[in-house]
């Protein structure tokens, strides 16, 4: 990929499965995984029937499938260390606005 990191309509590409369409390849790269548009493009499509994609409901635990081409697993509370800081952060920010610190 291109290192700009996660973007937004990067993962269109892969979930359309049209790595090979015009401009593309601006988008992703010239060398974007092929098995990951399919791979991708089959669980979207299979939600899109009325399937699941594949993995399980978003529930508490933070479910999410990483295809990152090493099995594609589902991972539970990927980043929470980084997740649970900015909570924390965010707290600590509106109780100061609340309690009227003048930030």
């Not at 509370?77 to 997740?83: C, E, I, M, S, T």
């Amino acid at each position: 990929m291109l290192g700009i990191g996660a973007a937004h309509a990067t993962e269109l590409p892969f979930v359309f499965d049209t790595l090979a369409a015009a401009g593309a390849a601006a988008l992703v790269g010239e060398e974007a995984p092929q098995a990951l548009a399919d791979e991708m493009n089959a669980a979207w499509a299979s939600f899109v029937h009325g399937e699941g994609p594949g993995w399980p409901r978003w529930d508490a635990s933070r479910p999410v499938r990483r295809f990152d081409g090493a099995g594609n697993p589902v991972v539970h509370d990927p980043r929470g260390d980084r997740r649970a800081a900015m909570s924390a952060a965010l707290s600590r920010r509106t109780s100061a606005a609340i309690g009227g610190s003048g930030r």
